[in-house]
């Protein structure tokens, strides 16, 4: 028979504590420190400090539970951790099935968020996690559901990880076609990045400006990611018929980011009908007959990770890309042939990857589905 209790009822709850500042070290004395879900791994704690004091430990098998900011994010304590204040945790009583406990807590976070209060941040007191109403069937049952939820979130993780293996994937073709780009080990030809292409800066936002007599949508440093476009929140501002003339997006323009993470780079496949773009963004247009956008992409993507682009990035205050630095870049030049060939393959990789977001999407509202029917006892 399944019956509705409070969580603090089958569960103790174990509320951090910050411990004196004098204790904190790095030199692994004491106790692992969990101070939030900063140092959550994935799926155990990552503990970045420790402490020499503790008033509060989570012992193995223990639930520890972000209670500020990302509220209901948790990890498995595979050991003997201090709680800080920013976590809590969860030791099941006998009754409750710790695996049971877990995916329930994934089933009840958007509602444990909601009761989040705070002027400053956001956070959840030990009655709010206490008085969380948990259903509760025969322990063989809470068993028995648990295992069907692991087993479909292995699954899922197994999706994510074979579209994981198709990103490293690109990355090992780029690199047998066209070498270390950072060493230039083809030993390619040389050339300024300008000569290759015609680049140039967004639009500056001058709130003066703005009528509201031409608005349009425009492309921001927070939209662009590596090789793919953000649009969930896009903002507008006037562009008269000259600005349009001058920052309209095309198909395969290359927009690299000239602040934030210099050089993070993706194309515009017409996602939207029309768009135009803001000044933290450079606009790179490639010349047809030198280069194509997705050679230029991975290869700014390269250059960023590897370091290649240190010398081009001005950071006095903040990391820039300026305009004048990515026009005199020089950058590996390799046949015309190649890159198209390069671009083949990576829309193979490409439509593979669509296919694996799809079922990882699918796979996703399937779980979800499980979940409530496994909560609501119809599992």
Same mark, same amino acid.
């Given at each position: 028979m399944?019956?509705?209790t409070?969580?603090?009822?089958v569960c103790d ?8 500042? !004098?204790?904190?070290?790095s030199?692994?004395e004491?106790?692992p420190l @969990? *101070?939030g879900?900063g &140092?959550?791994? $994935?799926?155990?704690p ?6 020499t ?7 193995r098998g ?5 209670i500020?900011a ?12 201090c709680l800080?204040?920013?976590?809590a945790?969860?030791?099941a009583?006998?009754n409750?099935a710790p ?10 976070r958007?509602?444990l ?19 969380l !109403?948990i259903q ?5 049952d809470?068993?028995r @559901? *648990?295992?069907?939820? &692991?087993?479909a $979130?292995?699954?899922r993780?197994?999706?994510r ?6 990103d490293?994937l690109?990355?090992a073709?780029?690199l ?9 080990s ?14 140039r800066l967004?639009k ?5 400006q703005?009528?509201g007599?031409n ?14 476009f ?5 903002f507008?501002m006037?562009?008269?018929a ?5 920052f309209r997006l095309k198909?395969?323009d290359?927009? @690299?980011c ?7 780079a993706?194309?515009w ?8 773009y803001?000044?933290a ?5 490639p010349?047809k007959d030198?280069a194509?956008?997705?050679?230029l992409?991975w ?11 240190g010398?081009?990035v001005?950071s006095?205050t903040?990391a ?7 026009k005199v870049?020089r950058i590996?030049?390799p046949?015309l ?7 083949r393959?990576?829309?193979a990789v ?7 977001r799809a079922?990882?999407?699918e796979?996703?509202?399937?779980f979800t589905?499980l ?9």
């Open positions: 399944t019956v509705t409070r969580l603090d009822h709850i174990i509320m951090g504590q910050a411990p004196s500042g !004098e204790a904190y070290n030199d692994q004491g106790w @969990i *101070a879900a &140092d959550f791994g $994935e799926q155990y990552a503990a970045k400090k420790f402490t004091e503790a008033s509060k430990l989570s012992q223990d639930i520890i539970l972000g500020r990302t509220i209901g994010e948790k990890v498995l304590s595979d050991g003997t951790y800080g204040r920013g976590v945790g969860l030791r009583h006998p409750l695996n049971y406990l877990w995916h329930w807590l994934s089933h009840i958007p509602f968020a909601s009761k989040a209060k705070g002027a400053t941040f956001k956070q959840v007191n030990r009655q709010d996690i206490g008085e !109403e509760l069937p025969p322990l063989a809470q068993r @559901i *648990a295992e069907i939820l &692991d087993r $979130e292995a699954l993780a197994k999706r990880a074979a579209l994981a293996q198709l490293t690109t990355q073709i780029f047998a076609l066209f070498g270390d780009p950072t060493m230039n083809r030993k390619w030809p040389m050339h300024p990045f300008g000569e290759i292409c015609e680049s967004g500056m936002l001058d709130q003066k703005q009528t007599k608005l349009r949508p425009y492309l921001r440093n927070a939209n662009v990611q590596w090789f793919q953000d649009l969930t929140n896009i507008e006037d562009f008269d000259s600005d349009r003339e001058e198909e395969g290359l927009l @690299i000239e602040g934030g993470e210099p050089g993070r993706a194309i496949r017409e996602q939207l009908s029309e768009c135009y803001q000044k963004l450079h606009r790179a247009r010349k030198l194509n956008p997705e050679y992409a290869l700014l993507f390269f250059l960023a990770d590897m370091g290649g682009l010398d081009h001005t006095a903040i820039h890309l300026t305009g004048e630095k990515l870049m590996p030049l046949p042939p190649l890159q198209h060939e390069f671009a393959r990576v829309a490409e439509k593979l990857k669509a296919a694996h079922s990882v999407a796979m996703d509202a399937l589905s979940q409530h029917r496994a909560f609501r006892g119809e599992l």
